[in-house]
């Protein structure tokens, strides 16, 4: 270890973390310009061009780390709309549902779509992860968005989730004895936060979308626009047979009236896996 880390991780404790913010904010500046702030809320974060995104328990801002903070909240925008947004445009006063809502990169975007009147749902599963997003909607006062910890299947039980290195690949295929998150039906989602329609759904589970599908039965004829990620490209990839699931996320929209696409020649697989399901406005 460095002396400078070394002196970071001295100055990284309750009594001097004020202190260390201004040291490593004054460092942000010089490499970015004035409107870059490394603050401290539970953990640390750090905030540029008004949107502060969190990042750990542990101080740990070097000058590679701080460079990317450039583009990345601008990539969450252009993320949205390349993966997510094809089809549906969202308006003020929509409301979206989103499954899998991650640390927030998607809800950010969304949110600012809708608007004051609109509103987005935001659950996520993985109780570390749902902290940061949490977290990620207080420091940037997202009210129109709520987070929600739970997961969500074909009825109310407990599901068992990995703690993977990426949290991106986190799924509900994990032995017992790893992480319990207590799950509901899609349906009671609903029900419990007053949503009776959906202008529109993400859902990004991780293979548990086929369980996450059939516990919409009331809310389905309800849903005007949703974009589904399967998983056969972690099948594909040799993770086994539990993510093949786009056959049937095609079929189950197909059956329910949404006219369905995707984006099969696209060169990145996982994007040729994103379902898209559009139905005639609701009346």
């Known amino acids: 270890m460095t002396l400078k880390r070394l ?7 309750p009594v001097l973390r004020p202190l260390l913010s201004i040291i490593g904010s004054a460092k942000a500046r010089q490499l970015l310009g004035p409107d870059v702030q490394i603050g ?8 540029v061009g008004g949107y502060a995104v969190p990042d750990g328990p542990a101080f ?6 701080i460079l990317a903070w ?16 094809r089809s549906y445009r969202p308006k003020e006063g929509d409301i979206v549902v989103d499954i899998g809502a991650g640390r927030g990169e998607d809800a950010l975007p969304f949110s600012e779509a809708v608007g004051p009147t609109g509103r987005v749902l935001a659950v996520e599963a993985h109780p570390a992860t749902f902290e940061r997003l949490k977290l990620f ?57 007053g949503i009776d329609r959906i202008d529109f759904l993400k859902m990004n589970i991780e293979g548990a ?22 998983h056969d490209f972690r099948s594909d990839r040799g993770e086994g047979d539990f993510f ?34 559009v139905r005639s406005p609701l009346t």
């Open 7 to 13: 002196f970071i991780r001295l100055l990284d404790r």
């Open 40 to 47: 401290f809320s539970d953990v640390w974060y750090h905030r």
């Open 60 to 65: 740990g801002y070097y000058e590679p780390d």
């Open 70 to 85: 450039k583009t990345e909240v601008p990539t969450y925008f252009s993320n949205a709309e390349e993966f997510w947004l």
């Open 137 to 193: 909607c207080a420091l940037n006062k997202l009210a129109n968005v709520e987070p929600v910890h739970t997961a969500i299947m074909d009825k109310p039980t407990v599901v068992h989730m990995d703690d993977a290195d990426n949290w991106e690949d986190s799924s509900v295929l994990a032995p017992a004895g790893a992480i319990a998150v207590q799950a509901i039906t899609f349906d009671q989602l609903c029900a419990d936060h």
């Open 209 to 230: 979308e086929k369980f996450a599908l059939l516990g919409m039965e009331k809310m389905l004829p309800k849903i005007r626009e949703v974009c589904i990620c399967a």
């Open 244 to 277: 093949r699931t786009r056959d049937f996320v095609i079929k189950f929209l197909s059956d329910a009236g949404f006219t369905v696409s995707r984006r099969e020649n696209d060169p990145v697989d996982y994007v040729r896996d994103h379902i898209l399901g």
